[in-house]
């Protein structure tokens, strides 16, 4: 079992930055590709960014390309996305997701989720 806690969600005004921390317990996080997704209200979950087990690779959504950056420190049992340029369309829950593999981030087949942090967008 991974167990996964999502921090540093809030209310920003548009233009505002947050960084998002995930923090893993459990199995070895090193061993896992992680992943952000977003859910925003009467919206499916939308996979964001990925990043395997070493950080050499990852992933982007097109439209977030630039704004948003994930990355990962394997001592910490931590993964970050860095979100600038907030409009408030990224209003969302933001989702940590933990899977063996990054050849694929279809929600569906996730295997670990968090519990998720309240993004708003707002002035």
């Known amino acids: 079992q991974v167990q996964l806690v999502e921090s540093g969600g809030g209310l920003v005004q548009p233009g505002g930055s947050l960084r998002l921390s995930c923090t893993a317990s459990?199995?070895?996080?090193?061993?896992?590709?992680m992943g952000w997704f977003r859910q925003a209200p009467g919206k499916e979950r939308e996979f964001v960014a990925g990043?395997?087990?070493?950080?050499?690779?990852?992933s982007y959504i097109d439209s977030m390309k630039g704004r948003f950056t994930i990355s990962r420190d394997n001592a910490k049992n931590t993964m970050y996305l860095q979100v600038n340029s907030l409009k408030p369309e990224d209003t969302a829950v933001y989702y940590c997701?933990?899977?063996?593999?990054?050849?694929?981030?279809?929600?569906?087949?996730?295997?670990?989720w968090g519990q998720g942090t309240q993004v708003t967008v707002s002035s």
């Open positions: 997701a933990a899977n063996p593999s990054d050849s694929s981030w279809n929600p569906a087949i996730v295997q670990y």
């Open positions: 459990g199995r070895t996080f090193s061993g896992y590709a």
């Open positions: 990043i395997n087990w070493s950080g050499s690779k990852i």
